[in-house]
């Protein structure tokens, strides 16, 4: 009979193999090098995060040597840290190991202490600069494969592939190009920052290293303990309670961790035996933890820390990434515990409450949107203080703040002493205390999360600086809770507890490094990937093949990237996940999607890609999140991976709508009518969610599952009907374009046809749309400054004359001496929302007829 400590001990092996190395060495020295390094490694990056290098004039690196150095740490630990195969040993670290990883270390860190050399060889590499290269990129590979398995590697192999071999005969023309030398190669690859110590990298030294540090300190301080039992508190009495508790427990979680195993595995844990106690089958079990976990990983503020790459990648704010975000990943929680309620209504399963399902949805909307108010409504009021402080005291307004702050958190702390520490256990979940009580053990958890969004979005600090302060604010915690306890209840432990402050310090810095292990030797394996796309140009090859396999249809185009996003997110952790497919087909998305006359903002694409890659850690056969579900739950890892499929249908659906519609992503969506577009797409994937699952008030015949989801898809995309009416634009002459830039509004865009021709010499004709920003400017300077575009004229003709390097009509793929063909304005049509009256009558036919029906049943059950 396998105990709970043996059960607990499995699980920890599952995120031990997946994210922090399953090696865990006897003898003193090896079992301490791995204490001390991952330690250093944390410390480091919290000193170069800090303002303390630049005050002090010691230890100021640029960015390529951090990166370096950062890569450095992660082959290393890399190697000693996981076994070379599942069979190698665990116990002890093999001398070859040592010298490898020394070897792997010293060569990935190359940039860092050979960096004066390299810059002045830059493009004419010596032997040396080549070898170091060369078993540099290999013992990548090797760490990434020990790390994260074989699927990244696998893929990195296959472009290098490409960039030696791209030449060969045996390749069809369509892909073929004219290849790379080994030099050309390694010094694109490895020796500037095209490739391995690129902006990947760089992301993860600068921002995602400190991210994942801040969710591990919290972690270690008891926060996902705290949200854990909170969330169990609140929804545990209701039908299928346990499950309802998982899916807002893994919301909480992902707050504070980007992986989505170990989301699964911390929470699952807990939440997938209570549920199967309830009557939930092993399968459906691990299939809903699944589920929550991979949206926690799509939820702001950090998502997995792909928030922080789109900033760099798309070039937009880090706010406008979280407003992007937060109606899909909202409206898809609530619908998976939707989901979950109807599963529990079709078993029959009950809880000590009753509640009306209605009430409950409305309940839960209210309290989400409460505590958005309350939490944006506290960073206003904190941004005001700020301003009237440093009108008031100047200087002295930051120690005055960081005053304040010690105060609130020293008085939560009191507060929390006032009653008893959080035990974890089975034993004691069933007989948890009150909502308020446990709210009240945790409250300073939430203050350093506040902190974090107050710097981000009031304050605008860069993500790097923002998690620095927000880490260190952690950091005392960590320190002072327990002592602070103490002393309030009056124990004599408080030296004792002081003590046990440090070594959690030591624990959550060791653990936050070692999370980043497999995360950053993804990270230089997509720098590979990258650097090969960029070197090769197969990005348009793809494009080609996409356009191939679609026959030029629009949805067949959509529904290949969506698959393909899917395929080569296999394996990968989230952020090299998102790298891989948005590097490869977000262009694909906009050069077709252009070429079919869909136009749509840089950013939907991403995110359109990034949901389907993360949708990889659902699917068979490489759905790592279902099968360390299935560990949990003893069930079959398919069948739970192909059942957390279909209960991520809703999110897998999102992507599609928010493509046609962008108003889910509320861009140019105001205030008022961002909270008329959450309502009515919560209504809407509600809807498709009790046709899909074939269960609303009663099971659904097959008619009225066809009509809600027909509903649903009204809801969502209204204008899919009124398009077949009156035609959504009307074209304008291209010598207008200047007038009509001149005279839109303020963050309007301007949409236009261009033909021309691409790189390969294949003809284009595509529409575009180009940002014009702030008004008040003419429009040939609003589309110069802020759409990066100017145009010349030629006997009446308008052609592209200058494009700004990097800029807006660069990344759409707009190419030099292009013509501006027509301009595309909106035509003047009814609102599309009338056709959401059909939709809410044709509801209220489904929703009566089912209402009768299950009166019916509910009397002929009764007799």
């Known amino acids: 009979m396998t105990t709970e400590a043996e059960k607990a001990n499995d699980y920890d092996d599952i995120i031990a193999e997946a994210d922090t190395g399953a090696r865990a060495p006897k003898h003193w020295f090896s079992r301490s090098f791995l204490w001390v390094v991952p330690l250093i490694w944390s410390l480091f990056q919290l000193w170069i995060a800090s303002p303390l290098p630049f005050v002090l004039g010691i230890g100021v690196y640029n960015d390529t040597q951090t990166r370096a150095i950062h890569l450095g740490f992660a082959v290393l630990l890399a190697f000693l840290a996981f076994p070379a195969s599942?069979?190698?040993?665990?116990?002890?670290?093999?001398?070859?190991?040592?010298?490898?990883?020394?070897?792997?270390?010293?060569?990935?860190?190359?940039?860092?202490?050979?960096?004066?050399?390299?810059?002045a060889r830059t493009g004419i590499p010596n032997t040396t600069d080549l070898v170091m290269a060369g078993i540099g990129l290999v013992l990548l590979m090797e760490a990434g494969r020990r790390s994260l398995?074989?699927?990244?590697?696998?893929?990195?192999?296959?472009?290098?592939?490409?960039?030696?071999?791209?030449?060969?005969?045996?390749?069809?023309d369509v892909v073929r190009w004219k290849g790379a030398s080994f030099e050309k190669a390694m010094s694109h690859l490895m020796l500037t920052t095209e490739g391995v110590y690129g902006v990947a990298l760089g992301v993860s030294s600068g921002f995602v290293f400190l991210f994942v540090l801040f969710g591990a300190l919290l972690n270690q301080a008891g926060a996902g303990n705290y949200f854990l039992q909170l969330a169990f508190s609140a929804l545990g009495h209701l039908r299928g309670g346990p499950a309802k508790a998982a899916v807002i427990a893994s919301a909480a979680t992902g707050l504070i961790s980007g992986s989505s195993i170990a989301n699964v595995v911390t929470t699952g844990t807990f939440t997938i035996p209570l549920m199967k106690r309830v009557g939930f089958s092993a399968t459906k079990a691990g299939a809903i933890e699944v589920s929550s976990s991979i949206n926690g990983v799509l939820t702001p503020p950090v998502m997995g820390a792909v928030a922080f790459l789109m900033t760099e990648y798309v070039g937009v704010s880090y706010v406008e990434v979280v407003k992007t975000a937060i109606v899909p990943a909202a409206i898809s929680y609530v619908a998976l515990i939707y989901i979950v309620h109807l599963e529990a209504l079709k078993s029959g399963m009950t809880g000590t409450s009753t509640m009306h399902p209605v009430k409950f949805i409305l309940g839960a909307v209210f309290i989400i949107a409460i505590s958005l108010v309350i939490a944006g409504g506290t960073l206003y009021v904190a941004g005001v203080v700020v301003d009237l402080l440093d009108g008031a005291v100047g200087p002295a307004s930051t120690p005055t703040l960081v005053a304040v702050l010690a105060i609130a958190y020293v008085t939560s702390v009191w507060y929390a002493s006032k009653a008893p520490d959080l035990d974890l256990s089975f034993e004691t979940i069933d007989h948890l205390p009150s909502t308020g009580t446990i709210f009240k053990t945790g409250m300073?958890?939430?203050?350093?999360?506040?902190?974090?969004?107050?710097?981000?979005?009031?304050?605008?600090?860069?993500?790097?600086?923002?998690?620095?302060?927000?880490?260190?604010?952690?950091?005392?915690?960590?320190?002072?809770?327990?002592?602070?306890?103490?002393?309030f209840r009056g124990d004599a432990s408080v030296l004792m507890r002081a003590k046990e402050g440090w070594e959690d310090v030591a624990a959550g810095l060791i653990i936050g490094a070692r999370n980043m292990i497999g995360l950053a030797c993804a990270m230089g394996i997509a720098g590979i990937i990258v650097g090969s796309v960029t070197l090769t140009g197969v990005g348009q090859v793809m494009a080609e093949f996409v356009e191939f396999l679609s026959g030029g249809n629009?949805?067949?185009?959509?529904?290949?990237?969506?698959?393909?996003?899917i395929v080569l997110g296999m394996g990968l952790p989230t952020t090299a996940n998102y790298i891989v497919v948005s590097s490869l087909m977000a262009g694909v998305v906009v050069e077709l999607g252009a070429q079919s006359g869909l136009i749509v903002p840089l950013i939907a694409v991403h995110m359109f890609v990034f949901y389907f890659g993360i949708m990889a850690d659902v699917t068979p056969p490489v759905g790592l999140a279902s099968f360390a579900a299935a560990a949990i739950s003893g069930g079959d890892p398919l069948k739970t991976g192909f059942q957390a499929f279909f209960y991520s249908i809703r999110t897998a659906l999102l992507p599609f709508l928010f493509i046609f519609n962008t108003d889910l992503l509320l861009i140019d969506v105001g205030p008022v009518q961002a909270v008329f577009v959450f309502v009515v797409a919560l209504i809407a994937m509600l809807l498709f969610a009790a046709g899909s699952m074939g269960f609303m008030f009663t099971r659904s015949r097959l008619?009225?599952?066809?009509?809600?989801?027909?509903?649903?898809?009204?809801?969502?995309?209204?204008?899919?009907?009124?398009?077949?009416?009156?035609?959504?634009?009307?074209?304008?002459?291209?010598?207008?374009?200047?007038?009509?830039?001149?005279?839109?509004?303020?963050?309007?865009?301007?949409?236009v046809r261009l033909v021309g021709e691409n790189l390969m010499g294949d003809p284009v004709d595509a529409k575009y749309l180009l940002p014009l920003g702030e008004a008040g400017a003419d429009g040939e300077t609003r589309l110069s400054e802020n759409a990066g575009i100017e145009f010349r004229v030629e006997d009446g003709d308008y052609y592209v004359d200058n494009l700004a390097f990097g800029g807006p009509s660069e990344q759409l793929g707009i190419d030099f001496d292009w013509q501006l063909v027509e301009l595309e304005v909106a035509t003047d049509r009814p609102p599309k929302e009338l056709f959401f009256i059909p939709a809410f009558l044709l509801f209220a036919v489904v929703a009566l007829i089912q209402r009768r029906r299950q009166r019916a049943e509910e009397a002929e059950a009764h007799a």
Do not use: N
Not at 160 to 165: E, P, Q
Not at 444 to 468: D, N, Q, T, W
């Open 86 to 119: 599942k069979s190698g040993p665990r116990d002890h670290i093999p001398i070859l190991t040592w010298i490898v990883a020394a070897v792997a270390a010293a060569t990935a860190s190359y940039l860092f202490w050979d960096y004066d050399g390299i810059a």
């Open 149 to 172: 398995g074989i699927p990244l590697m696998g893929v990195a192999v296959v472009f290098l592939a490409y960039v030696f071999f791209g030449s060969s005969e045996l390749l069809p």
């Open 444 to 487: 300073h958890y939430l203050l350093p999360i506040l902190l974090l969004m107050y710097l981000l979005m009031i304050e605008r600090k860069s993500p790097g600086l923002s998690a620095f302060w927000s880490s260190v604010f952690m950091l005392g915690i960590l320190v002072t809770q327990k002592p602070l306890k103490a002393l």
């Open 703 to 751: 008619w009225e599952s066809v009509a809600l989801i027909l509903i649903a898809f009204t809801l969502f995309r209204p204008g899919f009907f009124l398009d077949m009416i009156t035609p959504e634009f009307e074209t304008r002459p291209a010598a207008d374009v200047y007038q009509m830039a001149e005279d839109a509004g303020a963050g309007e865009s301007l949409q």
């Open 554 to 565: 629009l949805l067949a185009m959509l529904f290949f990237v969506a698959l393909i996003s």
